[in-house]
């Protein structure tokens, strides 16, 4: 008997839901009839193809292979160190030997260390210019859309097909460059 009210009053409560949600399409319909308008962004390829974007790998690119030649400096370093200690094994005691191994070693993990906020570095500028351009570019891509009264913006990967009259890729792709050419990318090192 309980389990037949329960089952009632849920059948009750999606009626009621599905009335509520008739009705206020109902209305929405009577107030006035809301036409989608669609306009559609290649988003990925003005990320790829933008001046700005193309400025900041350019820019990352170079601060990289500084990077790549300091670290490569610090490793050959690291191995003339290694190979010293290996030649003065026999000359020096085994607790001087293991004394240098420990320094070598601490050496070894700062390094690691290094390596990884370079990284970081570079991470962080790709990340934090990326999310700059994308600021920029949800901004043009929301006039486009207001001087097209479009009321739905698709992602062109989204969509299989459309009207040539849909794509505004070309539009903001324009407006982008113009809107940011260029793109200052910063390198937040620790001094």
Do not use: C, W
Not at 119 to 146: G, H, M, P, W
Not at 166 to 186: C, I, Q, R, Y
């Amino acid at each position: 008997m309980k389990m037949m009210k329960s089952i009632q009053t849920a059948l009750l409560a999606i009626v009621l839901a599905f009335a509520s949600v008739t009705m206020a399409s109902a209305q929405e319909n009577a107030a006035g009839n809301t036409e989608a308008v669609v306009m559609i962004v290649d988003f990925e390829g003005i990320m790829r193809e933008a001046s700005a974007m193309q400025d900041m790998t350019k820019q990352i690119k170079t601060r990289q292979e500084a990077y790549q030649q300091e670290i490569e400096k610090r490793q050959q370093g690291l191995r003339k160190e290694e190979q010293e200690i290996a030649q003065q094994r026999t000359l020096l005691s085994a607790d001087v030997i293991q004394q240098k191994q420990k320094e070598f070693q601490q050496k070894v993990a700062d390094f690691q260390k290094f390596a990884q906020g370079r990284n970081r570095i570079l991470d962080q500028a790709l990340n934090e210019s990326r999310v700059k351009f994308q600021k920029t570019l949800i901004e043009v891509i929301a006039d486009v859309a207001e001087q097209r009264k479009a009321t739905l913006v698709l992602h062109k990967s989204q969509v299989i097909l459309h009207a040539n009259a849909m794509d505004a890729s070309k539009e903001v792709f324009d407006l982008v460059n113009k809107a940011m050419p260029t793109l200052t990318v910063e390198f937040k090192e620790a001094s």
